[in-house]
T-cell receptor, first 110, second 113 residues
Framework: LAKTTQPISMDSYEGQEVNITCSHNNIATNDYITWYQQFPSQGPRFIIQGYKTKVTNEVASLFIPADRKSSTLSLPRVSLSDTAVYYCLVGDMNTDKLIFGTGTRLQVFP | DAGITQSPRYKITETGRQVTLMCHQTWSHSYMFWYRQDLGHGLRLIYYSAAADITDKGEVPDGYVVSRSKTENFPLTLESATRSQTSVYFC????????????FGDGTRLSIL
């Protein structure tokens, strides 16, 4: 199962677009990529999931290149409330195996 | 209210003692998970369960025991706690496969002295 690597931290300002990349060089054919958001003293919360190309929902977009060795979570126009830790998760539906990344701490400044 | 609840929220115990962390979900989700979260390691899967009476090991199962006699409950037991098991523990549930969005509890902060 693919090991994932994320930047430890990122800083941004309100209103900017933030892109957080997760590397998963050994991703397998059956693996999907999922992103979660976590606030202090809370459990992670689902943001978005994808397999390839681009997925968009009301809060984020997920970009996955053709080789699927990385994925990028894009948060448009961040606000202070987006300050959190963001995790990517690579999961295989056929084997039930899951690997979380170590998380990226995003700090948004006014 | 529907949701997933963990108890206790905080626990302090001593090495060698047995401790059980409880997890209860009201959605009747088939899958349930236990993770530990440590600085520098993110979330690591300890055990998971695809249905009642079906459990399987995750990435870091050593020193832990789980059971799932009922769909809604998934307790995690440390049979003889060690200091290395000091961590924040999260329970989660999802319907269908492991790829379905997981719903997490608020965690149990466990300190082993």
């Amino acid at each position: 199962l693919a090991k994932t690597t994320q930047p430890i931290s990122m800083d941004s300002y309100e209103g900017q677009e933030v892109n957080i990349t997760c590397s998963h060089n050994n991703i397998a054919t059956n693996d999907y990529i999922t992103w979660y958001q976590q606030f202090p003293s809370q459990g992670p919360r689902f943001i978005i999931q994808g397999y390839k190309t681009k997925v968009t929902n009301e809060v984020a977009s997920l970009f996955i290149p053709a080789d699927r060795k990385s994925s990028t979570l894009s948060l448009p126009r961040v606000s202070l409330s987006d300050t959190a830790v963001y995790y990517c998760l690579v999961g295989d539906m056929n084997t039930d195996k899951l690997i979380f990344g170590t998380g990226t701490r995003l700090q948004v400044f006014p | 209210d529907a949701g997933i609840t963990q108890s206790p929220r905080y626990k302090i115990t001593e090495t060698g003692r047995q401790v059980t962390l409880m997890c209860h979900q009201t959605w009747s989700h088939s899958y349930m998970f236990w993770y530990r979260q440590d600085l520098g390691h993110g979330l690591r899967l300890i055990y998971y369960s695809a249905a009642a009476d079906i459990t399987d090991k995750g990435e870091v199962p050593d020193g832990y025991v789980v059971s799932r006699s009922k769909t809604e409950n998934f307790p995690l037991t440390l049979e003889s706690a060690t200091r290395s098991q000091t961590s924040v523990y999260f329970c989660a549930s999802s319907e269908g496969t492991v790829l379905q969005p997981q719903h997490f509890g608020d965690g149990t902060r466990l300190s082993i002295l």
